[in-house]
């Protein structure tokens, strides 16, 4: 297990920017005082006690640490150091500075397939390394998709949160609620004995959204959109598909699977030759397709607008806990320590999926 410092992270790292923020805590651009280094605070907030709804369990952080410290592989945000204190952890990791790859699609006139197919590998081999080590993500999605650094010429991919990971052990089954509907696989819905396969319907959902701007199963509800992913309602709408090949439809179908037990694998996505092609057939057939940018920019907006959305909404409920605690403003040390004394009286829609319901669905 990972060394909790009990040292104040101050007195190692200056504190600087906000990079973004998520459900129990923000990420912040911080500088090793010693060498001037830059890194990423993922500052936590712990759960004051076990009545408490606010903040994370100090399991939960421990489980996120060791998951974390078990995946040292380019493709995926590593781990530095943490910090304890009384009211919060703070995780110094590698800093992502190239924000997330759907952006950088975004901002592009057009893109080949053979040019997404690049990302999808990457991820593949993130996403490889972490099933051979028997640890599911479990929240494979968009937004924890990220680049290192996206003035290069070749960005490099990086998958973040491990927040609903988990390490699965044989002849154990683990059954979770968890997730973001749009991305999730049936057995979670059905709250059937998950494995890493769980990630690869996720894998295929991205896909589906990378190469043609639509999300397979989005429903107008979060219950439709669930409904859609049991009944397995999706297709592939020629109006959206016109420019994907038949070996990337191939693909996604193999990941959007009911089964899984019958969903490809990371490694056998890897040899599946729309990744990597056998002929030279095949090799044409990639480099002649695109995505459909003009509808992936208008899934990437309306994708946006939702998160800044929900970032006003948990702002809105910051302030009001800001005014409980009447704290100034500009002391954030003693509000992060604040909004974890404080119960949240939010309600939020009930629903059979817990943590990430609202989020991006
Ligand atoms: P969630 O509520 O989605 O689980 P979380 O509390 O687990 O969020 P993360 O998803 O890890 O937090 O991070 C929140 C946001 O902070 C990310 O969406 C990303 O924009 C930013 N972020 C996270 N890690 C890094 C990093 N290493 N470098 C730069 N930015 C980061």
Redesign the pocket.
């Known amino acids: 297990m990972a060394l909790f410092k009990l040292q104040n992270v101050e007195d190692f790292y200056e504190i600087g920017q906000v990079?973004?923020?998520?459900?129990?805590?923000?990420?912040r651009?911080v500088c090793e005082r010693s060498s001037g280094v830059r890194?990423?605070g993922?500052f936590?907030k712990l759960r004051k006690n076990a009545s408490s709804r606010l903040g994370m369990e100090r399991k939960s952080v421990e489980k996120?640490v060791e998951i974390l410290q078990a995946l040292q592989h380019c493709n995926i945000?590593a781990l530095k150091d943490v910090f304890e204190s009384r009211a919060e952890v703070v995780l110094i990791?590698?800093?992502?500075?190239g924000?997330?790859l759907f952006d950088f699609i975004a901002e592009k006139e057009n893109l080949s397939e053979n040019e997404a197919i690049e990302f999808i590998k990457q991820i593949l081999e993130g996403v490889g390394f972490m099933h051979s080590k028997r640890i599911a993500h479990f929240?494979l999605k968009p937004?924890?998709i990220?680049l290192l650094d996206k003035e290069v010429q070749h960005p490099h991919i990086?998958v973040?949160?491990?927040?609903?990971a988990h390490f699965l052990t044989p002849g154990e089954e683990y059954r979770s609620l968890c997730g973001t509907p749009q991305y999730i696989a049936p057995e979670v819905i059905n709250y059937e004995p998950l494995g890493v396969s769980a990630d690869m319907w996720s894998i295929g959902v991205i896909t589906y959204i990378l190469l043609s701007g639509m999300s397979p199963f989005q429903g107008d509800s979060d219950e439709e959109t669930l409904r859609n992913i049991v009944e397995m309602k999706y297709e592939f709408d020629e109006q959206y598909f016109n420019q994907t090949s038949a070996m990337a439809k191939d693909f996604i179908q193999k990941l959007l699977t009911k089964d899984p037990t019958e969903r490809m694998i990371a490694e056998q996505c890897l040899l599946h030759p729309w990744i990597k092609p056998l002929t030279r057939k095949q090799r044409a057939n990639r480099s002649r397709s695109s995505i459909n940018m003009k509808n992936f920019k208008k899934f990437n907006a309306k994708r946006k607008w939702k998160m800044s959305y929900n970032m006003v909404w948990a702002c809105n409920r910051l302030c009001r806990l800001r005014l409980l605690c009447k704290t100034s403003a500009s002391q954030d040390q003693e509000l992060r320590k604040c909004e974890s004394d404080q119960e949240d009286t939010e309600t939020k829609p009930a629903s059979l999926i817990r943590?990430?319901l609202s989020?991006n669905s």
């Open positions: 990079l973004g923020s998520g459900h129990f805590g923000q990420v651009e890194w990423a993922k936590l996120e945000m990791v590698e800093l992502i500075g924000g997330e929240d937004e924890n990220m990086k973040i949160d491990f927040g609903l943590r990430r989020s």
